[in-house]
């Protein structure tokens, strides 16, 4: 990605434009924790969804449940706005003692299905 990609992308985040958005958490005053989202409006469904694309949160505030404070801010957003559902994509390996899928969330009994391009 292109340093002027980054940029458009960190002003669309920042600034809510479109159906993009990104929240962090901060402790002590330091950020240790970051995930950006999209609404995404379904013709087909009754409600709206809040779709997290990236979610990171540092090794030392993962024990600290930074992830479920982020986690559930965004579903509180989300309520707001008339979007009561959120849901993201972790790897398997990733989700063993990460705080914020497991304390908040439950897994789907859906699978993922690629094509490689």
Known sequence: M???DRTALFRKLAHREGNAG??????NGEMV???HFE???SPYAFENAYVVQDLYIT????AQKAGSTLI???YQQGMQEGAPLIYWMAAEASIR?????AAVAVT??????????
């Open 2 to 4: 292109r340093w002027t």
């Open 22 to 27: 990104a929240m962090v958490v901060e402790c």
């Open 33 to 35: 924790g970051i995930a």
């Open 39 to 41: 609404r995404h409006e």
């Open 59 to 62: 090794p030392e505030a993962q």
């Open 72 to 74: 559930r801010a965004i």
């Open 97 to 101: 003692g990460q705080d914020a899928q």
């Open 108 to 117: 789907s009994p859906f699978l993922q299905f690629r094509k490689a391009a």
